[in-house]
């Protein structure tokens, strides 16, 4: 904030308030019988990097574009799609250069597999009761 636009009333006004704190931080140091450290004063601006030294990425307004072409043209693929009558296949994702893996097709599982797979489960929970058993 720029004092310099201050008028004398708001100069005054902002020496009271000063005075006003430090006197309840007197108080503050007494009651605690210590003293006690002012809060660290909030800057307003916002810093140019982050704190943790990466530099953040500003979106040109080639990159904004481009964006918004794809997004309508997802768009019109959907609304296409939505008048026909049918779900609109998802554009491929990519993430990290690589394209998307294709969703694997469900095995089938024949019958007679599924009765022996029964049978064998069975079994072995035949073997476990027996072990109870035993114990008991």
Request: charged share 30%.
């Amino acid at each position: 904030m720029d004092i310099t636009n201050l008028t004398a009333t708001q100069l005054r006004a902002a020496a009271d308030l000063q005075e006003k704190i430090l006197g309840l931080q007197d108080q503050l140091n007494q009651l605690l019988g210590g003293e006690v450290s002012a809060p660290a004063q909030v800057s307003s601006e916002t810093p140019e990097t982050p704190t943790d030294g990466r530099r953040k990425r500003k979106m040109t307004e080639a990159w904004r574009k481009a964006l918004a072409r794809a997004h309508a043209a997802r768009r019109a693929k959907a609304k296409a799609a939505k008048k026909a009558g049918v779900k609109a296949e998802a554009a491929p994702a990519v993430s990290s250069g690589r394209a998307a893996k294709q969703p694997r097709a469900k095995k089938q599982v024949s019958e007679a597999k599924l009765k022996a797979l029964a049978k064998a489960r069975e079994a072995r929970w035949a073997k476990v009761r027996a072990v109870r058993k035993a114990k008991a």
